[in-house]
């Protein structure tokens, strides 16, 4: 029942070797990458993940204060069971410095509290819940991508205004696809729209016809997808093979990966919505980071694999800046500098350890209208970061007031939120 790669990944430069720092635990820096490697978010971070972490590793030289850096990579299969397994082997046996990606709402807050109360750092690339900030974070763990409720806000609000008000909501039946279709429900009625309908399907099932037939014929104007992974790629390839999209209806996907849209073809996924916080081809820092990452891995990178470069990168900065891997020390360095990174520019860690930057609404193009392989998405707006903070993602904080991050030894961290 466990499944744990080790990659054993050392990195080492030939010369130029710095002073051992005594700070330094076991004489390694060492990351895992605990992410979906074989289950139904394979694609959404999987192997892909543990490539950009890589490649950070390397842009630091291969080395944090004449200490070696090791990537370890564990495969959960998207059950929180096993990720909790995986944890506590790094924790007690491998004695892991900070863990990354996490892919999996079920599967972060499976880990999150062991993890977390260990006191080391946590970086939630690919569990996009809300659950791992606000009320619920701890003074080392910290949200590198925008959640689902700040995707929701900018998202749910653009297709309304244009006049898509009447919803059909085509839900996974499983725990990400009732947090998605909740969250899309409150969103599209604070925007003044209506579900007029919902399904629910099992998750992983390769036939989807019945469940796009209703949503087909409801007289819905946007179709919204509350699933993620294989589960969404299969709603996206049915419905275009039923020709939905292009008899009128609007598809939306809340949480999608940019290899969802390569594995089902623009022909299919044209005029779907969405949003990211990186697309490869926005600017030439994107697009060098993505041609070194399609060297390495075959494939462009998606946002997940970016937010673990950036995660990994600005972890490893900090270690350097403190001369410690000891979680609390290396947090606070990291909360303390702004994030400067293709990914990321100039933003700033909050105090309930969200990454605060800008997110982007995305529209799958036409096939004409794309140059090549993965130039998928048009840009239809950018959102600005404060814009998407939902209060029910902070525990309903509505106005300024004290809010604390907490670890087994108490409250580490205090200060002042206002939506």
Same mark, same amino acid.
């Given at each position: 029942m466990r499944k744990v790669a080790v990659l &054993? !990944?050392?990195f080492a430069i030939a010369c130029g070797i710095a002073q051992a720092d005594a700070q330094i635990s076991d004489n390694e820096v060492r990351i895992g990458i605990l992410t979906d490697q074989s289950g139904p978010y394979a694609d959404f971070g999987g192997d892909a993940s543990v490539t950009a972490a890589q490649i950070a590793a390397e842009d630091m030289g291969g080395m944090v204060r004449g200490k070696m850096i090791r990537i370890l990579s564990g495969d959960h299969q998207n059950k929180p069971e096993l990720a909790s397994t995986i944890a506590e082997q790094w924790l007690n046996d491998d004695h892991i410095d900070a863990v990354v990606d996490v892919t999996g709402s079920a599967v972060s807050r499976a880990a999150r509290q062991m993890i977390s109360e260990a006191g080391k750092v946590v970086f939630y690339s690919g569990a996009d819940s809300g659950g791992t900030a606000g /009320?619920?974070?701890?003074a080392t763990t910290f949200q590198w991508t925008p959640d689902l409720h700040e995707r *929701?806000?900018?998202m749910v609000r653009a297709v309304v205004q244009t006049g898509g008000k009447r919803w059909f909501l085509l839900t996974a039946d499983n725990a990400s696809g009732h947090e998605? $279709?909740?969250i899309l429900r409150k969103e599209i009625a604070a925007r003044g729209g209506t579900v007029i309908g919902e399904v629910r399907h099992p998750s992983g099932g390769t036939d989807l016809s019945a469940f796009l037939l209703q949503a087909q014929v409801s007289g819905a104007q946007v179709i919204g !997808? $509350?699933? +993620? &992974?294989s589960d969404a790629l299969t709603a996206m390839k049915q419905a275009g093979e039923f020709g939905i999209p292009a008899g009128g209806q609007k598809l939306v996907a809340l949480s999608l990966a940019l290899s969802n849209v390569? *594995?089902? &073809?623009l022909d299919e996924a044209q005029g779907l919505v969405s949003s990211t916080a990186y697309y490869w081809n926005w600017d030439d820092a994107s697009r060098a980071f993505a041609e070194r990452y399609e =060297? =390495? $891995? &075959? =494939? +462009? /990178?998606g946002m997940v694999q970016a937010s673990v470069y950036s995660a990994v990168l600005h972890y490893l900065k900090a270690v350097q800046a403190s001369g410690s891997d000891h979680g609390r020390a290396v947090a606070a360095t990291m909360r303390q500098a702004p994030v400067s990174d293709f990914f990321a520019r100039g933003a700033r860690i909050g105090a309930d350890g969200r990454l605060d930057q800008r997110l982007f609404l995305v529209e799958a193009k036409h096939p004409?209208?794309?140059k090549g392989e993965w130039d998928y998405y048009s840009l239809l707006r950018t959102i600005p970061t404060s814009v998407g903070k939902d209060p029910a993602a902070r525990g309903g904080l509505r106005v300024s007031r004290p809010f604390s991050c907490r670890n087994t030894t108490g409250i580490l961290a205090r200060s002042e939120l206002a939506d």
């Amino acid at each position: 029942m466990r499944k744990v790669a080790v990659l &054993g !990944l050392v990195f080492a430069i030939a010369c130029g070797i710095a002073q051992a720092d005594a700070q330094i635990s076991d004489n390694e820096v060492r990351i895992g990458i605990l992410t979906d490697q074989s289950g139904p978010y394979a694609d959404f971070g999987g192997d892909a993940s543990v490539t950009a972490a890589q490649i950070a590793a390397e842009d630091m030289g291969g080395m944090v204060r004449g200490k070696m850096i090791r990537i370890l990579s564990g495969d959960h299969q998207n059950k929180p069971e096993l990720a909790s397994t995986i944890a506590e082997q790094w924790l007690n046996d491998d004695h892991i410095d900070a863990v990354v990606d996490v892919t999996g709402s079920a599967v972060s807050r499976a880990a999150r509290q062991m993890i977390s109360e260990a006191g080391k750092v946590v970086f939630y690339s690919g569990a996009d819940s809300g659950g791992t900030a606000g /009320p619920n974070c701890f003074a080392t763990t910290f949200q590198w991508t925008p959640d689902l409720h700040e995707r *929701a806000f900018g998202m749910v609000r653009a297709v309304v205004q244009t006049g898509g008000k009447r919803w059909f909501l085509l839900t996974a039946d499983n725990a990400s696809g009732h947090e998605i $279709a909740d969250i899309l429900r409150k969103e599209i009625a604070a925007r003044g729209g209506t579900v007029i309908g919902e399904v629910r399907h099992p998750s992983g099932g390769t036939d989807l016809s019945a469940f796009l037939l209703q949503a087909q014929v409801s007289g819905a104007q946007v179709i919204g !997808l $509350a699933s +993620k &992974g294989s589960d969404a790629l299969t709603a996206m390839k049915q419905a275009g093979e039923f020709g939905i999209p292009a008899g009128g209806q609007k598809l939306v996907a809340l949480s999608l990966a940019l290899s969802n849209v390569h *594995a089902v &073809g623009l022909d299919e996924a044209q005029g779907l919505v969405s949003s990211t916080a990186y697309y490869w081809n926005w600017d030439d820092a994107s697009r060098a980071f993505a041609e070194r990452y399609e =060297r =390495r $891995a &075959g =494939r +462009k /990178p998606g946002m997940v694999q970016a937010s673990v470069y950036s995660a990994v990168l600005h972890y490893l900065k900090a270690v350097q800046a403190s001369g410690s891997d000891h979680g609390r020390a290396v947090a606070a360095t990291m909360r303390q500098a702004p994030v400067s990174d293709f990914f990321a520019r100039g933003a700033r860690i909050g105090a309930d350890g969200r990454l605060d930057q800008r997110l982007f609404l995305v529209e799958a193009k036409h096939p004409n209208q794309s140059k090549g392989e993965w130039d998928y998405y048009s840009l239809l707006r950018t959102i600005p970061t404060s814009v998407g903070k939902d209060p029910a993602a902070r525990g309903g904080l509505r106005v300024s007031r004290p809010f604390s991050c907490r670890n087994t030894t108490g409250i580490l961290a205090r200060s002042e939120l206002a939506d």
